[in-house]
């Protein structure tokens, strides 16, 4: 079975300033890997997703993940985020080929203040 | 197209009490699921629908039942309301049980066990 990490639960960052949310994930297989973003009192929506291929991903509203295979990470980064960029964020890991079933992450509240 | 809709937005229960949370989706997906999100705990899947007529349980089942229909719909149904059940449920399709095809998710569904 797959597990997820996200270490830090609240991420305050200053407007205009670059961010790194951590993800880590447990494994025995390969793995598929996620982020979702949750605005308040919305559902989920697909930031992006690493499925195979190029490591670095880019995914809407300027979120980049990239996946280290060697330290089992999939940290998601912005350069420069925006006050609407507070909301949270959520990692997830499905096996590769082994369904349907995503496990998600405790997830990480960011917060942009000006 | 409204994509993944739930109702009701809130709703408050007397313990034991029994209830069904809707959700409707209109992009002929056949794939299906609901989530529970908890605090601290990320998102839990409780039961899946790959198709009209089939259901299948997830990682939290219990308490909780489904059917399916209809490719529209799939509601959840909770027969015997416990507190434990308080939570936030989200609805989610896609267009097959596989996850390179992107989960959408519907605006949550909040739930009060008293």
């Known amino acids: 079975a797959q597990s997820v990490t996200q270490l830090d639960s609240q991420v305050p960052v200053f407007e205009e300033a670059p961010v790194e949310l951590r993800c880590n994930y447990s494994?025995?297989?390969?793995?598929?890997l996620f982020w979702y973003v949750q605005y308040p009192n919305q559902g989920l929506q697909l930031l992006l997703k690493y499925l195979s291929g190029s490591t670095l991903v880019k995914g809407i509203n300027g979120f980049e993940a990239e996946f280290n295979k060697s330290q089992t990470s999939f940290h998601l980064r912005k350069p420069s985020v925006h006050i609407s960029d507070t909301a949270e964020y959520f990692c997830?890991?499905?096996?590769?080929?082994?369904?349907?079933?995503?496990?998600f992450g405790t997830g990480t509240q960011l917060k942009v203040e000006l | 197209n409204a994509g993944v809709t739930q109702t009701p937005k809130f709703q408050v229960l007397k313990t034991g009490q029994s209830m069904t949370l809707q959700c409707a989706q209109d992009m002929n997906h056949e794939y299906m699921s609901w989530y529970r999100q908890d605090p601290g705990m990320g998102l839990r899947l409780i039961h899946y629908?790959?198709?009209?007529?089939?259901?299948d349980q997830g990682e939290v089942p219990n308490g909780y039942n489904v059917s399916r229909s209809t490719t529209e719909d799939f509601p959840l149904r909770l027969l015997s309301a416990a507190p434990s059940q308080t939570s936030v449920y989200f609805c989610a399709s896609q267009q097959t049980g596989t996850l390179q095809e992107t989960q959408y998710f519907g605006p949550g569904t909040r739930l009060l066990v008293l």
């Open positions: 494994s025995s297989v390969s793995v598929y």
């Open positions: 997830a890991v499905s096996e590769a080929g082994g369904g349907n079933k995503l496990t």
């Open positions: 629908s790959v198709g009209a007529g089939i259901t």
